[in-house]
């Protein structure tokens, strides 16, 4: 079974103590998790080494960067490269959550940068892709995130592709308490699947996770994650507090 995935995401919430009081919380609450299911926290970035060590030694549980700098090193001030996570002993990395895409004008070439620096230093690139409400409205969602998976991740290789995680992140269902129905979400992952088939063949595309978020919370993830092509969830505002969380990674198949 490909991996079942609960991912957290803080965004720029919760101070250090905050966020370790919340980690221990889930921490105490997870319980021991099947082979194939995963629980990953993208903390902020001053929190990682402190975060990662709380987790240590723990199965399947795992520690993320929200984000990377596209260059490896250099004049960026305020910016953190993929070497300085690595050099932390961080797993995965979020690339190209719409609020990064669109706050800070990520483009999908940018975003193919990051991949691959992430890839390179076997950080695994959770990456996000999804359409705005406008493009939803005119039924051209399959087209528009389709594109997003051909210019950041179909330049890579059979073998590095399956190493990714993709997060369909509908933009109309992120903090806005909208989910997509699961019936959305599920056809989009589906497409997404056909579309990795076309171009790397269907086992490939059977290996990939693809994880669905926006809105998911403790009531509706059961009913999102049974869905056959949904393979878990990336959650923001549900995850910041411990029993949604902890209902949020129950729901895992
Ligand atoms: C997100 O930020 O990736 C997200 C899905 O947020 P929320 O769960 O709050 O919609």
Redesign the pocket.
Known sequence: MRKQIAAA?W?MNKTLEDGKKLLNDILSGVGSLHEHQQVIFAVPFPYLIQCNEMIKGKKNLYISAQNCHHKTSGAYTGEVSVDMIHSIDIKYCIVG?S?RREYFAESNAMLAEKVNLCLAKNIIPIF?CGEPLDIREAGSQNAFVEKQLEESLFHLDQEAVQKVVI?Y?PIW????GKTASSEQAQEMHAHLRNVIAGKYGKTVSENISILY????KGANANEIFSQPDVDGG?????SLIAEEFLQIIAALK
């Open positions: 995401n965004k959550h609020e996000c997060a992140e269902a992120i903090g806005t978020g926006g809105s998911v990336l959650v923001g505002g549900a």
